[in-house]
């Protein structure tokens, strides 16, 4: 069992940065594949990033490469998402997520789930 809690969301102007962070229980963090989803008002749920049990590999969506970083501290049980040039478009509420598999990017293969912490991105 492992239990997900976001963090550091909240109100940033566009071009600005905030960084998510996901504390979780348990003492098999570090067995588990972890992922950010993002779920804007009055769409489905997508897969914004995903980083491998060991941190060595990482998948992002389009839409985020190049502006969006994921990372993981199997020490401290926390995986985190660095957000830059933040645009209108990002505004979500983003969810942690934990999977027994590898580096998936599809909702349903994940297995455990934070509450989500909200991302507002002003123009």
């Known amino acids: 069992q492992v239990q997900l809690v976001e963090s550091g969301g909240g109100l940033v102007q566009a071009g600005g940065s905030l960084r998510l962070s996901c504390a979780a229980s348990g003492r098999t963090f570090s067995s588990y594949s972890m992922g950010w989803f993002r779920q804007a008002s009055g769409k489905e749920r997508e897969f914004v990033a995903a980083i491998s049990w060991n941190g060595a590999m990482t998948r992002y969506a389009d839409s985020v490469k190049g502006r969006f970083a994921i990372s993981r501290g199997n020490a401290k049980n926390t995986v985190y998402l660095q957000m830059n040039s933040l645009k209108p478009d990002d505004t979500a509420v983003y969810y942690c997520?934990?999977?027994?598999?590898?580096?998936?990017?599809?909702?349903?293969?994940?297995?455990?789930w934070g509450q989500g912490t909200q991302v507002t991105v002003s123009s």
């Open positions: 997520a934990a999977a027994t598999r590898y580096l998936v990017d599809t909702e349903n293969q994940y297995d455990y």
